[in-house]
T-cell receptor, first 114, second 116 residues
Framework: GDSVTQMEGPVTLSEEAFLTINCTYT??????LFWYVQYPGEGLQLLLK?????DKGSNKGFEATYRKETTSFHLEKGSVQVSDSAVYFC?????????????FGRGTSLIVHP | GAGVSQSPSNKVTEKGKDVELRCDPI?????LYWYRQSLGQGLEFLIY????????KSGLPSDRFSAERTGGSVSTLTIQRTQQEDSAVYLC??????????????FGQGTRLTVV
């Protein structure tokens, strides 16, 4: 079945540092890929998405590129802020067997210090 | 409503009691999903509804768990004879439907269930 693997957290950075959170997936076909963010005390919300190979999703200074050759969708931001502290989830849907039920990774906690 | 609404936001129950968790999806969203989020774990898929039917119940952990959806809208997740291992945050999400371009899921804030 489909699966998503993301790097273990927590990731701890100083403000203005460069962020990368790795995400790789296993699925046949051409799934859509997503990053969701969960701020403390809040529900998950969509951060960005990409629906086909080589697409780049971007939002709020974050970006991720759909790389089919490496089955990856790494999240990057050039300069993080304290307000970016949250848990980030990589997800896919529309992979094997035509299932569109979103499959999520375990989440990566990001802590940004002033 | 404007977003996915879940109630209650917090529920503390005694072991062995039954609980009902409610999800009110975004109006017009035909697909509805229940997930469970335990401390240190990712999102565990429980059940998926398309309209009122549940084509995929594969994630329900035991026969103590059941869910229904009525009128293609509100869904209720019921846990019977709760156990301490049921303690988790239960998340509901909805999306416009199935199909590659309609799979963005919108989440509620969750119900934090604590079994004591």
């Amino acid at each position: 079945g489909d699966s998503v693997t993301q790097m273990e957290g927590p990731v701890t950075l100083s403000e203005e540092a460069f962020l990368t959170i790795n995400c790789t997936y296993t699925a046949t076909g051409y799934p859509s890929l997503f990053w969701y963010v969960q701020y403390p005390g809040e529900g998950l919300q969509l951060l960005l998405k990409a629906t086909k190979a080589d697409d780049k999703g971007s939002n709020k200074g974050f970006e991720a590129t759909y790389r089919k050759e490496t089955t990856s969708f790494h999240l990057e931001k050039g300069s993080v802020q304290v307000s970016d502290s949250a848990v980030y989830f990589c997800a896919l849907s529309g992979g094997s067997g035509g299932s569109y039920i979103p499959t999520f990774g375990r989440g990566t906690s990001l802590i940004v210090h002033p | 409503g404007a977003g996915v609404s879940q109630s209650p936001s917090n529920k503390v129950t005694e072991k062995g009691k039954d609980v009902e968790l409610r999800c009110d999806p975004i109006s017009g969203h035909t697909a509805l999903y229940w997930y469970r989020q335990s401390l240190g774990q990712g999102l565990e898929f429980l059940i998926y509804f398309q309209g009122n039917s549940a084509p995929d119940k594969s994630g329900l952990p035991s026969d103590r768990f059941s869910a229904e959806r009525t009128g293609g809208s509100v869904s209720t997740l019921t846990i019977q004879r709760t156990q301490q291992e049921d303690s988790a945050v239960y998340l509901c999400a909805s999306s416009l439907g199935q199909g590659k371009l309609l799979t963005e899921a919108f989440f509620g804030q969750g119900t934090r269930l604590t079994v004591v």
